[in-house]
């Protein structure tokens, strides 16, 4: 690569900042805006707001149409929402500005299975404005869905997929424990669970992927989300789990086809998980068992991901993407 | 997928039969020529050379150029050889009659490496009659290379990469268990390694892929080949391998950069292997190790990838590929 890749950063949350941080490590990038809504951040430089010991000359906005149309970028890392309506007018303004994205938006992974019509319009617009969109991340984007994918490859026939995560929420950061629940009451979970306030977003659509990338059409998408109850205290670095209250949550998504189960993805997020790991399965011929032990960190891979596709995207044909139509996902500098 | 894609299988070894049956089996692609040297194959159906109860009205032929002229087809499954010079002619001889191709020839997963001018010139001649071809496989194509080169996406750095796939060359067909050189002495196995008749092809074309796929120039690229001596006496189905004999075969690639081993891919093909497994070990930021227990099986799994790759073939731009530059490998119908 002999010119840089000029991004803004797009969301300074934690993963906005993780993905900016390493961003800024890597020689082919070169990090050129950062913008979020926080009136509080507006004006200040990005390195003081990364925690970084320098200035950067990038003062963040709060105004991403300005900035778009006084900078000269090529690619945004968008970090601002799970939800891909929320997402969808931040995206067409980065997409209209003629810019490549990389989004976290755990819905983008597969934003034609809820919502269609719109992931048709910004296909259309991206195809408009030669601009490359595409949502990614560990889970959504890499575990549950795109390596299964892959594995798939090696196999004659398939009677079903399954994957399971297992997730340690008490060794990551404090918004992702609270987010799978921990600490609350069993009421307190139900109340949240049915506001959607709680819990993963993106098991269905790593389903709906899957599902697509095999060809098989899914009569049922079904999804399930219960908390996980403590069966001892725990106590992590944010916070405290008493017995019989809210570890985290256990979430399925199931994919049937004639009244039987072919794709099931389960995840496990909880405080005190034990044996924390990644597992695809796959039933066919040839059966395969593949498991990253351990799992893949999110907090690490996540901003790892989303840079490491930003190449990818300056490569592509101008589309909405999936996984499954960028060149091979990889890490490349 | 609306009209089937048309198939002609291009020679009828164990890999290449393997993967006429599957192709047979699969609802979206038609067989329509067979391809074999073999004069006392010429003129028989296929159905009979694969052992299937009906005749197919395929007869073989060893006049390739004959069949394309007269066969509407759209891809040829290609198994003849592992050497890329030797495939040179008869992959050029399917590109002229505008088919595209998968070939199982170790050496095109990556031509790249040891035949970059007549990698260039057969690309050039795919630009030029709209033709895709690709080299792929279980070994080279996916355990080693691809797998691993899509688990580096989840790394914000990596400071090596290492493979290591241990196979029990004794639950394998007896053909491999030649290849390894299982139930030669150690003075056989020298001078057929000598002549490079023994072990597996491919090892270096992986690292090479993966080098490049990660933007990584490796200085030197060591290979090394060595007999695995049996301590006890076993016995497979095709043959007996006496203690002290050799049991097969353990190879190494080494990539180099800067004195430093960053690429390390292992291969244990022997007779009595202990605990078959493909592993993928990552040294970086966050380290990961991925484990498949028991391994992906070559003799089922290699046909599948061929005809999985069939519908890639047909949807991307003209070219000589790589497993790169495809849309996600996958099993698709």
């Not at 934690?14 to 805006?33: C, D, K, M, N, T």
């Not at 707001?49 to 991403?64: E, N, W, Y």
């Not at 079903?160 to 918004?175: C, F, N, P, S």
């Amino acid at each position: 690569m002999s010119e840089p890749i000029r991004v803004i950063q797009y969301g300074l949350g934690a993963i906005g900042r993780a993905a900016a941080r390493l961003a800024l490590s890597r020689p082919g990038i070169e990090v050129v805006g950062a913008i979020d809504r926080d009136p509080t951040l507006a004006g200040r430089d990005l390195g003081e707001v990364l925690s970084l010991d320098r200035k950067l000359g990038v003062a963040v906005t709060d105004k991403p149409v300005i900035l778009f149309a006084q900078t000269r970028a090529d690619v945004v890392i968008h970090c601002t929402t799970s939800s891909f309506v929320e997402a969808y007018e931040q995206l067409t303004e980065i997409v209209r500005a003629g810019l490549h994205c990389v989004t976290s938006c755990e819905e983008a992974l597969f934003p034609y299975y809820r919502h269609k019509l719109l992931a048709g319009k910004l296909d259309d617009l991206c195809i408009q404005k030669s601009a490359a969109v595409v949502g990614t991340g560990v889970n959504p984007g890499l575990v549950m869905d795109t390596l299964a994918l892959l594995l798939t490859m090696a196999c004659q026939s398939i009677e079903a997929v399954r994957v399971l995560r297992v997730v340690d929420a008490g060794t990551r950061r404090e918004a992702l424990q609270r987010k799978v629940g921990a600490a609350l009451s069993e009421e307190e979970f139900k109340a949240r669970s049915e506001q959607r306030k709680v819990g993963h977003v993106g098991l269905a659509e790593s389903l709906a992927f899957l599902a697509d990338g095999l060809g098989w059409a899914v009569d049922e998408l079904k999804e399930s989300l219960d908390p996980v109850i403590a069966s001892k205290a725990i106590k992590t670095e944010f916070l405290s789990v008493a017995e019989g209250g809210v570890a985290g949550v256990r979430q399925f998504a199931r994919g049937l086809r004639g009244g039987k189960e072919v794709l099931t993805l389960e995840l496990q997020m909880y405080v005190g998980a034990p044996n924390p790991r990644d597992v695809i399965e796959i039933v066919g011929e040839p059966p395969l068992r593949l498991v990253i032990e351990g799992g893949v960190p999110g907090d690490v891979a996540t901003p790892a991901i989303l840079v490491n596709t930003l190449s990818r995207l300056v490569e592509c044909r101008p589309g909405l993407h999936t996984m499954r139509t960028l060149g091979l996902p990889r890490m490349a500098l």
